[in-house]
């Protein structure tokens, strides 16, 4: 009998509101998350640009120019070899697709034109970037993560030392030097990616593929790649040290910290980038 017994009719209106409050709710609790990491990110920065120019400025207070030696070459002499091997098969592969839209209007020749202006405005600094981040950005917040796993972190404040200052400034100042310095190695390596391939494929020689690279290249587009440049190891770096230092849980938290670090910078660059091209279009630059 109590099979057959009538069911509660369930109010639609009740449900629907019930569904949305609770989505509401679970909104802002992402919200909530989402605020408090960019502050956290905001008062990092703070600290690391108030320590730079207390070293820079301040006669006390000095740059520990070997730490900064041992990060420039750990963050960007040792990616070298991956960005000349990525930048160049860009340029390769860039040359072949223009090509034949390229040659259909009579227009072989201008693929210089295209390869340079990508590679200087765009793709030289984004994907040093990008190869940076999972090279040097995951490696940079492993290390600190298991420093602070260590209780390494909690001994250098016992001494007196500041984290910031002999953890986070040495690394993001490395960061920022040597991807600009890398996102020009980039520009070179994938302009003579496109080079050796117009002259072996497209029959295009090698002068006639740097004078039109010439013409078509002016100064804003070399600057305006640098600054990117310099704005993105900032974000890669300020991202690898607060994940870094905020990693709990053990080697599973280490491991936590070292994916977020790579997949929220690939994230973040993509955007910033992308503020930047609408800036520099509405700027004209």
Same mark, same amino acid.
């Given at each position: 009998?109590?099979?057959? &017994?009538?069911?509660?009719r369930v109010n639609r209106l009740v449900a629907a509101?019930?569904?949305?409050?609770?989505?509401?709710?679970? *909104?802002?609790?992402?919200?909530?998350?989402?605020?408090?990491?960019?502050?956290?990110?905001?008062?990092?920065?703070?600290?690391?640009?108030?320590?730079?120019?207390?070293?820079?400025?301040?006669?006390?207070? /000095?740059?520990?120019?070997?730490?900064?030696?041992?990060?420039?070459?750990?963050?960007?002499?040792?990616?070298?070899?991956?960005?000349?091997?990525?930048?160049?098969?860009?340029?390769?592969?860039?040359?072949?697709?223009?090509?034949?839209?390229? %040659?259909?209007?009579?227009? @072989?020749?201008?693929?210089?034109?295209?390869v340079g202006i990508a590679m200087f405005r765009e793709?030289?600094?984004?994907?040093?970037?990008?190869?940076?981040? *999972?090279?040097?950005?995951?490696?940079? !917040? &492993? %290390?600190?993560?298991?420093?602070?796993? !260590?209780?390494?972190?909690? &001994?250098?404040?016992?001494?007196?030392?500041?984290?910031?200052?002999?953890?986070?400034?040495?690394?993001?100042?490395?960061?920022?030097?040597?991807?600009?310095?890398?996102?020009?190695?980039?520009?070179?390596?994938?302009?003579? *990616?496109?080079?050796?391939?117009?002259?072996?494929?497209?029959?295009?020689?090698?002068?006639?593929? @740097?004078?039109?690279?010439?013409? &078509?290249?002016?100064?804003?587009?070399?600057?305006?790649?640098?600054? /990117?440049?310099?704005?993105?190891?900032?974000?890669?770096?300020?991202?690898?040290c607060y994940e870094g230092l905020n990693v709990s849980?053990?080697?599973?938290?280490? *491991?936590?910290?070292?994916?977020?670090?790579?997949?929220?910078?690939?994230?973040?660059?993509?955007?910033?980038?992308?503020?930047?091209?609408?800036?520099?279009? @509405?700027?004209?630059?």
């Open positions: 009998m109590s099979d057959l &017994a009538p069911q509660p509101i019930t569904a949305f409050g609770q989505a509401v709710i679970i *909104g802002g609790q992402h919200a909530r998350s989402h605020v408090h990491y960019i502050g956290g990110l905001g008062y990092l920065l703070y600290d690391t640009t108030v320590w730079v120019l207390r070293c820079l400025f301040l006669p006390r207070q /000095k740059i520990g120019w070997p730490a900064l030696a041992s990060q420039m070459v750990r963050v960007g002499v040792r990616s070298i070899g991956i960005i000349v091997l990525v930048q160049s098969f860009i340029g390769v592969i860039l040359a072949l697709q223009l090509a034949p839209t390229l %040659e259909a209007y009579g227009q @072989l020749e201008r693929v210089a034109d295209v793709l030289g600094p984004l994907l040093a970037a990008i190869v940076l981040s *999972g090279f040097a950005g995951a490696s940079i !917040a &492993a %290390e600190i993560g298991a420093m602070v796993e !260590a209780e390494e972190i909690k &001994a250098l404040r016992a001494h007196a030392l500041n984290p910031i200052r002999f953890l986070v400034m040495p690394r993001c100042l490395a960061t920022v030097i040597m991807l600009i310095g890398l996102t020009v190695l980039s520009d070179v390596v994938g302009i003579l *990616g496109g080079m050796i391939t117009s002259w072996l494929v497209l029959d295009i020689g090698p002068r006639k593929y @740097l004078y039109f690279t010439q013409v &078509a290249l002016v100064y804003r587009d070399f600057i305006t790649g640098l600054v /990117k440049a310099g704005v993105f190891g900032l974000l890669i770096s300020i991202i690898a849980g053990g080697a599973v938290g280490v *491991g936590r910290a070292t994916t977020a670090t790579v997949v929220k910078s690939i994230v973040v660059l993509i955007a910033t980038d992308c503020v930047f091209t609408a800036m520099f279009f @509405l700027f004209k630059l």
